[in-house]
């Protein structure tokens, strides 16, 4: 009986193991390098099919015309040039300024005269640019009288018609009616009317609605009891107005006239000093004074004398808004003093 060697069987088994252990791994190595190769080149053929889908479908939305819904770029994201911006703007200003001067009337310059009036939206302050005394050598005189009529009107109307010179009344449209004789009385003197508004309201702190409001009621009830026609210009009260306000004189046919010489009667009640601040150095003068609004004795006792004062330096006095430059009922009679100047012959229009 031979003898079995206890390890036999299990060596020989130990050796099969070996060696079928190499063929194992070398299979597991090709099949994993044949899944890597066959998985990378299907991963990479994928991409690129995703790639190309991509960019198939990004030249079709550009060949594809944009629709007006679609969405857009906020202009905040696209850079333009310093020199376009500028160009865009300077287009905009011109644009935005054409839109304007379309949507708001021009005005006329300031100074603008038509005959003896403003022109209508245009301002006056004084008489140095009137177009009808530009031949005028004589110192030139225009008496007005604010916020009438009142009770003091009559007495100032006497001197003037006794003195025999003219002046311009603006009254307003709530006291020509509380006195419509009074105003009656003006306009059959011949002395020439113009608006201070309805209720002496600062224009330049009003709406355009409520300016237009003013004037068309002053206007209306001037004349209502004077005659149609009669207003052909205003006084702001205060001398506060904007270009909203000529605007809507303009519409109304209307310019404004205001003044170089105040002489504060509305405030000083010294007939003194009224007439010291009337009669200020001045070849042309536009003088301020006051028929109502409060106590008048003073304007009242003060305008002889300064007529008086005014007529010894061979001065004449006209009016403004009315058909005549001397108004209706006064005369050019004051006396003249002989010099070169007040001795030199007068334009016939101005006789």
């Known amino acids: 009986m031979m003898n079995r060697s206890p390890n036999h069987s299990d060596g020989q088994s130990l050796s099969q193991g070996s060696a079928s252990f190499p063929v194992a791994k070398v299979g597991v190595a090709l099949v994993a390098v044949a899944a890597l190769v066959f998985g990378g080149w299907r991963g990479i053929e994928r991409q690129a099919e995703r790639s190309d889908s991509t960019v198939q479908a990004g030249a079709a939305t550009l060949q594809t015309p944009r629709s007006s819904s679609a969405a857009t770029w906020p ?94 009344f603006f009254m307003l449209g709530s006291q020509v009616r509380e006195r419509p004789e009074d105003a009656r009385a003006v306009a059959a003197a011949g002395f020439p009317i113009g608006s201070h508004t309805m209720d002496h309201k600062d224009l330049a702190t009003l709406t355009p609605y409520e300016v237009e409001r003013e004037i068309r009621d002053s206007t209306s009830a001037i004349n209502e009891v004077v005659g149609k026609g009669t207003v052909q210009c205003m006084r702001a009260p205060y001398g506060s107005f904007n270009d909203e306000t000529l605007g809507v004189a303009k519409e109304q046919s209307l310019g404004l006239v205001g003044w170089d010489v105040d002489t504060e009667d509305w405030k000083v009640r010294d007939s003194a000093r009224i007439l010291a601040r009337a009669t200020m150095p001045g070849h042309r003068q536009l003088i301020l004074m006051h028929d109502a609004g409060g106590n008048r004795d003073a304007t009242v006792a003060a305008l002889p004398q300064i007529i008086a004062r005014y007529k010894a330096q061979g001065a004449r006095f006209i009016s403004l808004c009315g058909s005549e430059l001397d108004g209706g009922n006064a005369t050019t009679e004051a006396p003249v003093v002989a010099s070169p100047v007040t001795t030199a012959p007068k334009p016939p229009t101005l006789g």
């Open 75 to 168: 202009q905040s994201f696209v850079v333009t040039p310093v020199s376009t911006a500028l160009k865009q703007k300077a287009a905009a200003d011109q644009a935005a300024a054409a839109a304007a001067a379309t949507t708001i009337p021009a005005l006329p310059q300031r100074g603008a005269w038509d005959e003896l009036a403003p022109v209508p939206g245009s301002e006056v302050h004084d008489v140095s640019s009137l177009p009808a005394l530009s031949k005028e050598l004589a110192p030139v005189v225009v008496l007005t009288f604010d916020d009438g009529p009142g009770p003091q009107t009559a007495a100032i109307l006497d001197i003037l018609q006794r003195e025999q010179v003219t002046a311009t």
